[in-house]
């Protein structure tokens, strides 16, 4: 079975500044997907950012990327430019990608909660 | 274009009864997914819907059951509720079975916030 672990149960970081959160996970597979996910106080999950673990260049979206290392089994994401909206907790996640048994289920972390200071 | 809906936001039950939760899927959405969140917790899998079907199962008692209909809304339903259900059931839909090959990501609702007294 897949693990996701992220040993940072809090963060913090002034606005405009840069900080980056980690997440390790454990799989015997060769093909599967890794999200962040942010989840504010009003409860919604809201997709950050994704990587197919095919690709070896790492993904981008505005301020948010990530730092994929396949070998070493760590996805750790990025915050540029931190603002005050990015105060949430945040998730990392695994899919599989070979199907068979694996149907869609997100495997998630124990989440991180991030502040971000005016 | 509406995202996923769920309702209720919030139910309170004493332990024993059992609770229907409701979600519609995002539009163009056909699989449904529902999730446990324990109170400051990453969320954990339930089961998953497809074409009216349970395709996959996580690590939950028989007393936990789902339906979908053919709109391709779902509705989870616990029995015997216990103190330790309580917690935020997150209902994420998507597009297709998602197996190999298929980056497309999951999207969630706001959750209900079911609470055992």
């Known amino acids: 079975a897949q693990t996701v672990t992220q040993s940072q149960p809090e963060m913090s970081v002034q606005e405009a500044e840069t900080v980056t959160l980690s997440c390790t996970y454990d799989t015997s597979e060769s093909d599967y997907y890794l999200f962040w996910y942010k989840q504010p106080p009003s409860r919604q999950m809201i997709l950050v950012i994704r990587?197919?673990?095919?690709?070896?260049q790492n993904a981008t979206e505005n301020r948010f990327s990530v730092n994929f290392q396949k070998a070493a089994k760590s996805f750790s994401l990025k915050i540029s430019d931190s603002q005050l909206g990015d105060a949430a907790m945040y998730f990392c996640a695994y899919r599989s990608a070979q199907g068979g048994t694996s149907y869609g289920k997100l495997t998630f972390g124990q989440g991180t909660i991030l502040t971000v200071h005016p | 274009d509406a995202g996923v809906t769920q309702s209720p936001t919030h139910l309170i039950k004493t332990r024993g009864q059992q609770v229907t939760l409701r979600c519609s899927p995002k539009?163009?959405?056909?699989?449904v997914s529902w999730y446990q969140q324990a109170l400051g917790q990453g969320p954990q899998f339930i089961f998953q819907?497809?074409?009216?079907?349970?395709?996959q199962r996580g690590n939950f008692p028989d007393r936990f059951s789902g339906h979908q209909f053919p709109n391709y809304s779902s509705e989870l339903n616990v029995n015997a509720l216990l103190l330790g259900d309580s917690a935020l059931y997150l209902c994420?839909?998507?597009?297709?079975?998602?197996?190999?090959?298929?980056?497309?990501?999951?999207?969630f609702g706001d959750g209900t916030r079911l609470s055992i007294l």
């Open positions: 990587q197919e673990a095919y690709k070896q």
């Open positions: 819907y497809y074409e009216e079907e349970e395709r």
């Open positions: 994420a839909s998507s597009s297709g079975l998602q197996g190999a090959y298929s980056n497309q990501p999951q999207h």
């Open positions: 539009s163009g959405h056909d699989t």
